[in-house]
C-alpha cells in the first residue's frame, strides 16, 4: 500500500482566490475542507494564482466570483491553462465556477461597453451585459440536488447553448441566468456553473457531496468513507443546521 | 426609509431610485462656486441667487412645518422634511453650508465612518468651534437636510462655524455635488454590503470623486492602498495628509486584499483549520502533510507584506504606535503622545488617529485663518474659544485632551452595566470590521452572542460571513446566536469548529437567556445594525440605555 493510500488525500484547487473570490468564496473551499477530513480523507487544498505552478494531481476545483478588474487581471492566465482545465473537465474532474467564473467558462461575456472577454468554453453558455443588476435571495429546483438556496448578484444575462443543462429552474421572471427563460445556472458532465453564492456549498450540503463523492470515486475507484462515529455525528449535526438555515433562506426577501 | 433604493449600476455615479419623484441634480446649477478659497474664512452669511433668501424663508418653514406634523403625529425620525425640501429647493443643502466660515468635513469610506465623525466632532467642539453634525445613522444627504432643517433659523441661517458629515460613499458623491467640502476624510473600502454597491473598485472611484471635489485638505489612510492612491486625483491647490500605523500595529490590521492572502498564509479560517497545531483536530500525519501547503501559503503572505511596505515611505501626518484597553500613543509630527482614553479597541484607536489628522488640519487652517486676520483687523471673523493665534503653535497637547473626552458612538463599543455586569454592543457591518472586533476585544473570561439580521441596512447577502475567522472564538465558543439569520451564523461557526451553545433567531428571548446565563461574567455583543437597535431597545429592560434618538 503506498502512502496515499493511507491517509487518501484529496487535491482541492481553490481557483485564484486573491482576484476572484469575492462573495464569500471561501466558504465553499472551506465546506469542501470540512466535509472531506470529517468523510475520512485529507483534503490537500491548492491555492492556484496567476504565474502558480498547476498542482501535479487535481481532484476538485473551486472557482468564484470577481470584479471587473479581477477578471481582467486572470484572462491571460486562465488562456494558459485553457487546455488543462478542458482536458480535465473532459476526463470527468468536478468542478464548481460562480459568478465571473461561471461566465469565463462559458464561450463569452460581452459588457455594456461593447467589449468582448472571451470565456474558455467549457460551459456552453454565453453572457451579455446589461445595466439592470439581477440581486437577491434566490431558491431553484434541481431533479438531482432539491431546492438549491443562494444570493445572486449579477448584471449580465447568461443563455445556454442548444442541449446543454441548467443546474436548475427557477419560479420567477427577473431571477436566474438572465431573468427570462427559468433557467439558474449550468452543467455540463461534472462541471458546474452557478451565480448562486452565499456561499453555496455550506447552505447545499448535496451539491457538496456530489463534488467529494465524484471526485473521490475518480481517485479511489469507489466513495468509502472512513469518519469515525462522532465525525459522522458531527456530519450530522452541521446538516441539520444547514437544513434550518435554508429554510430561512426561503422566506426572505430579495 | 424606503429600502428598495438600489443602483443603477452606471459608471459609478450611483444615483437613487427615487420613485421617479427626484431627479439627479443638474450638476453645474448645483455646485457651490468653486472659486470661494480653502482658507478664506470671510465668506458673508445667506450667500446665492437673488431671490434666496426669500426661498429660504418659504423653504425652512415648509420644512420646519412638515416636521411639526410629524412630531404631531409622532414620526419623530422621518425623512421626509428632507425630501420635500430636497424637490421643493434643490439649492437649500449647498446655500445653507456655504456660509459656514470653516467649512464642511465630510467622512466617509467603508468601516468606522459613524465613531471618527463623532470623534472629529466632539474634539473640533471641545477646541472651541460650533460644530454641526449629521446625527447617527442618517448618512444619507437627505438625513443631512432634515438635520439641517432642525438648526436652521427662520431665515435658513445655520449657527455654526463647521459642519462634520458622515455620508455613505454613494451618497457622498451626491453631497460633492451640491456642496464641496472644505475637508475629506477618507477612511477606508472594505467588502461592504455588496448588494447595495456593486464593487469594492467602484467604491473606491466613489470615493475618488469626493478627493476630486474637496477644495482645502483630503485626509487619506495611508495603509489602505486604494485610498492611498487617491492622492493623485485631488486638485491643484488642495492638501494631502496622511494617517496611519507604525510598522508593529500594521501586522494587526490586515488590508481587504490581505484578508485572503493571510487566510492562505496560515493564519485565516483555512490555515487554522488545515494547519492547526491543536493535535485533537487533525492526526499528525495529516498536519505533516499540510506543511507544505503552509508553506506555500506563508510565502504569498510575505509577497503581500512587502507589497504593504511600500506605503509606509509615504509621510503620515498622525501614526498610531500604541494600542492597549483604553490607552493609545500616537506620533504626530514626530513628537510621541500617550493617553488613556474612554474609547477602546484597536480598530476604534486607528479611526481616532484618523480624527486626530484631521482635527489638525482643521486647526491648522483656523489658527492661520485668524492670524491673517488679526493682521488686518478684521472682525468679520469669529473667534473660536481658546483659539488664539499664540496658542495655535502648541495645539497638539490641547487635542489629545480633546481625544481623552470622546465617547463611543452608538453601538460602537457602548457598554451598559446589567446588574453590575458589563455588556457591550458591538457592530459588525462587513468581514473587515468583524474581523478587527474580535481582535480588538478578546473572548477569554467573557460570554459571546452573535445577533445576525438581514435587512437592509444590515446587508440581505449572507456571504460575508464566510468572509470572517471565527477560530478566536473556538476556546470559549458562543454562548448564544440569534437574530432572522441566527441558522446561517450558527452554520458559519460550526464550519470554524466553534461550539455554539443556544440558536433562537426571536431577539428579545435570546437576549434574556444570553442575560440569564453565566450572570457574573461580563458580556460581547456582535450584532447587525438592526439587531443592535432592537437589542439596544430591549436592554432598557435591564440597564439604563440613554436614547440615540434614531428610529427603530
Redesign the interface.
Known amino acids: 500500500m503506498t502512502s496515499d493510500e493511507l ?1 487518501r ?1 484529496i487535491d482541492v484547487v481553490s481557483l485564484y ?2 482576484d476572484m ?7 465553499n ?3 469542501i ?2 466535509r472531506l ?1 470529517l468523510y475520512g480523507f ?6 492556484y ?1 496567476q504565474g502558480d505552478a498547476w498542482p501535479e494531481h487535481v481532484d476538485i476545483i473551486l472557482g468564484g466570483g470577481g ?3 479581477g477578471q481582467e487581471k486572470i484572462s491571460d492566465d486562465l488562456f494558459k491553462r485553457a487546455d488543462t482545465l478542458r482536458g480535465l473537465a473532459s476526463q470527468g474532474v468536478p468542478m464548481l465556477m460562480i459568478c465571473g467564473l461561471y461566465q469565463l467558462f462559458g464561450d463569452y461575456f460581452d459588457t455594456v461597453d461593447g467589449n468582448r472577454l472571451p470565456g474558455i468554453g467549457i460551459l456552453g453558455v454565453y453572457t451579455e451585459g446589461q ?3 439581477m ?3 434566490l431558491t431553484e429546483s434541481s431533479d438531482q440536488f432539491g431546492s438549491i438556496v443562494g ?1 445572486e ?1 449579477h ?1 449580465g444575462q447568461t443563455f445556454l447553448r442548444d442541449g446543454v443543462q441548467a443546474l436548475g429552474t427557477v419560479e420567477h421572471e427577473g431571477t436566474g441566468n438572465n431573468g427570462v427563460d427559468h433557467t439558474e445556472g449550468a452543467r455540463v458532465g461534472n462541471v458546474i456553473g452557478t451565480y448562486m ?3 453555496l456549498l ?2 447545499n450540503p448535496k451539491i457538496s457531496d456530489f463534488l467529494i463523492r465524484t471526485a473521490v470515486t475518480s481517485r479511489y475507484g469507489e466513495f468509502k468513507p472512513t469518519g469515525n462515529a462522532e465525525q459522522r455525528a458531527q456530519l450530522e ?2 446538516d441539520a ?2 437544513t ?2 435554508a ?3 426561503m422566506t ?3 | 426609509m424606503a429600502h428598495n433604493d438600489g443602483i443603477d449600476g452606471d459608471d459609478g455615479q450611483m444615483g437613487l431610485q427615487d420613485n421617479g419623484t427626484y431627479r439627479v441634480p443638474n450638476r453645474s446649477s448645483r455646485t457651490v462656486d468653486a472659486s470661494m478659497p480653502p482658507t478664506s474664512v470671510n465668506v458673508s452669511r445667506g450667500t446665492g441667487a437673488v431671490g434666496a433668501p426669500l426661498r429660504s424663508l418659504v423653504t425652512v418653514a415648509l420644512g420646519k412645518a412638515i416636521r411639526a406634523s410629524l412630531r404631531l403625529t409622532r414620526h419623530g425620525g422621518s425623512a421626509l422634511p428632507g425630501k420635500v425640501v430636497e424637490t421643493f429647493d434643490p439649492a437649500f443643502l449647498a446655500r445653507t453650508l456655504s456660509s459656514l466660515p470653516y467649512g464642511v468635513v465630510l467622512v466617509s469610506g467603508t468601516n468606522g465612518k459613524t465613531t471618527t465623525t463623532r470623534m472629529v466632532a466632539s474634539m473640533l467642539a471641545d477646541l472651541g468651534l460650533k460644530v454641526f453634525t449629521n446625527p447617527t445613522g442618517s448618512n444619507f444627504t437627505r438625513g443631512v437636510v432634515s438635520a439641517l432643517l432642525t438648526k436652521v433659523d427662520m431665515r435658513g441661517r445655520l449657527d455654526a462655524d463647521i459642519a462634520v458629515l458622515e455620508l455613505d460613499e454613494a451618497y457622498a458623491v451626491r453631497f460633492v455635488r451640491q456642496v464641496r467640502p472644505r475637508y475629506a476624510l477618507l477612511l477606508n473600502v472594505m467588502r461592504d454590503q455588496l448588494d447595495r454597491f456593486g464593487e469594492i473598485d467602484n467604491t473606491a472611484r466613489l470615493l475618488g470623486k469626493v478627493a476630486q471635489a474637496t477644495d482645502g485638505t483630503v485626509v487619506l489612510n495611508r495603509e489602505d492602498r486604494r485610498i492611498r492612491a487617491l492622492a493623485s486625483l485631488v486638485p491643484q491647490g488642495s492638501r494631502v495628509r496622511y494617517f496611519g500605523l507604525s510598522r508593529e500595529l500594521r501586522s494587526q490590521f490586515p488590508s481587504d486584499d490581505e484578508m485572503h492572502a493571510e487566510d492562505m498564509a496560515g493564519v485565516g479560517p483555512f490555515g487554522s483549520l488545515s494547519v492547526s497545531s491543536d493535535a485533537t483536530v487533525l492526526p499528525d500525519a495529516t498536519r505533516e502533510a499540510l506543511g507544505a501547503v503552509k508553506a506555500d501559503r506563508a510565502e504569498q503572505g510575505a509577497d503581500l507584506c512587502r507589497k504593504r511596505q511600500r506605503g509606509a515611505d509615504v509621510h503620515a501626518d498622525v501614526v498610531l504606535t500604541k494600542s492597549g484597553p483604553h490607552h493609545a500613543g500616537f506620533t504626530m509630527d514626530g513628537t510621541s503622545f500617550e493617553s488613556d482614553l474612554r474609547l477602546d479597541g484597536l480598530y476604534n484607536l486607528y479611526n481616532a488617529a484618523a480624527a486626530l489628522a484631521t482635527v489638525r488640519a482643521v486647526m491648522d487652517d483656523a489658527g492661520m485663518a485668524l492670524r491673517a486676520s488679526m493682521k488686518q483687523s478684521a472682525s468679520a471673523v469669529k473667534r473660536p474659544e481658546d483659539c488664539d493665534a499664540d496658542r495655535v503653535q502648541n495645539l497638539d497637547p490641547r487635542i489629545m485632551k480633546a481625544l481623552a473626552n470622546v465617547t463611543p458612538a452608538f453601538g460602537r463599543g457602548e457598554t451598559f452595566d446589567v446588574g453590575g455586569v458589563p455588556v457591550q454592543l458591538l457592530l459588525v457591518k462587513n468581514p473587515m470590521g468583524f474581523r478587527m472586533s474580535l481582535a480588538s476585544f478578546p473572548p477569554q473570561g467573557c460570554s459571546t452572542m452573535i445577533a445576525i439580521n438581514d435587512d437592509y441596512a444590515d446587508g440581505r447577502d449572507m456571504s460575508w460571513l464566510w468572509d470572517v475567522d471565527f477560530a478566536s472564538l473556538r476556546r470559549t465558543g458562543v454562548e448564544q446566536v440569534t437574530g432572522v439569520r441566527a441558522w446561517d451564523m450558527a452554520l458559519r461557526l460550526e464550519y470554524d469548529q466553534v461550539q455554539v451553545a443556544n440558536v433562537e433567531t426571536d431577539l428579545p428571548e435570546a437576549l434574556r437567556g444570553f442575560l440569564a446565563a453565566e450572570p457574573d461574567k461580563p458580556k460581547h455583543v456582535y450584532c447587525t445594525y438592526t439587531a443592535m437597535l432592537a437589542i439596544r431597545a430591549q436592554l432598557g429592560k435591564y440597564a439604563d440605555v440613554p436614547d440615540a434618538g434614531v428610529g427603530r
Open positions: 491517509s488525500p482566490p486573491n473570490n469575492i462573495y464569500g468564496d471561501w466558504g473551499v472551506l465546506t475542507e470540512r477530513t485529507q483534503p490537500r487544498v491548492h491555492a494564482n470584479q471587473d478588474t445595466e439592470h443588476r440581486i437577491g435571495n444570493y448578484n448584471s453564492h452565499g456561499s455550506p447552505k449535526h452541521i443546521i444547514a434550518k438555515a429554510k430561512v433562506v426572505r426577501p430579495r
